[in-house]
């Protein structure tokens, strides 16, 4: 069980837009820690995608985009394209364990 | 280039230990933060360890707790892992990142991992 709560799957068609959202609690993301998007392609490492809630490393897409509200945070895809395909996590940390990071169970996006 | 190559996983009897490394290159070594997170076969990731630039902040897994020692020799530009009393279910590709400040405390720089298996 993971500290931060994803939906396993979400689906679109190329063109379409997509969100993933990311619940946690008011030790982690609801106590201010920023919260970071990975995407995982088949069979390579993570790659960082959102940085600080809504801020995009050099070279990712606008397409890709970050919010948070509260206690969860949500990703959403805009102009869905196959190469989205992969697996989404979201990563904050947790002051109830002693400030240590903590994942999401991880979104598998399918594009149709 | 950036970059962070680990190596040492391979196949360890339950109870056993095992040491990773990771190599890192291209950057300051001891200017950032390092981390492992491992992810089990067809599972998600999840965060182990962590140490700051001069070995000042440890922080552990629950699960990993007790079991595991992380390291770091800014010498060397290396990263470690002692894992000791593996557990079958430690089995997992083990990555190495390198936590950026800039990006508040994101993990912008990972390795490719390296396998390993706790199996009998």
């Known amino acids: 069980q993971s500290v931060l709560t994803q939906p396993p799957s979400v689906s679109g068609a190329p063109g379409q837009r997509v969100t993933i959202s990311c619940t946690g609690s008011s030790s982690n993301i609801g106590a201010g820690y920023d919260v970071h998007w990975y995407q995982q392609l088949p069979g390579t490492a993570p790659k960082l995608l959102i940085y600080g809630n809504s801020n995009r490393p050099s070279g990712v897409p606008d397409r890709f985009s970050g919010s948070k509200s509260g206690t969860s945070a949500s990703l959403a895809i805009t102009g869905l394209q196959a190469e989205d395909e992969a697996d989404y996590y979201c990563?904050?940390?947790?002051?109830?364990?002693?400030?240590?990071?903590?994942f999401g169970g991880g979104t598998k996006l399918t594009v149709l | 280039e950036v970059q962070l190559v680990e190596s040492g996983g391979g196949l360890v009897q339950p109870g056993r230990s095992l040491r990773l490394s990771c190599a890192a290159s291209?950057?300051?070594?001891?200017?950032?933060?390092m981390h492992w997170v491992r992810q089990a076969p067809g599972k998600g990731l999840e965060w182990v360890s962590g140490?700051?630039?001069?070995?000042?902040?440890?922080g552990y897994a629950d699960s990993v707790k007790g079991r595991f020692t992380i390291s770091r020799d800014n010498a060397k530009n290396s990263l470690y892992l002692q894992m000791n009393s593996l557990r079958a279910e430690d089995t997992a590709l083990y990555y190495c990142?390198?936590?950026?400040?800039?990006?508040?405390?994101?993990?912008?720089?990972w390795g490719q991992g390296t396998m390993v298996t706790v199996s009998s």
């Open positions: 140490i700051s630039w001069n070995s000042g902040s440890i």
């Open positions: 291209g950057f300051t070594f001891d200017d950032y933060a």
């Open positions: 990563q904050s940390y947790d002051s109830s364990l002693s400030g240590s990071a903590v």
């Open positions: 990142a390198k936590e950026e400040r800039v990006y508040d405390a994101a993990f912008d720089i």
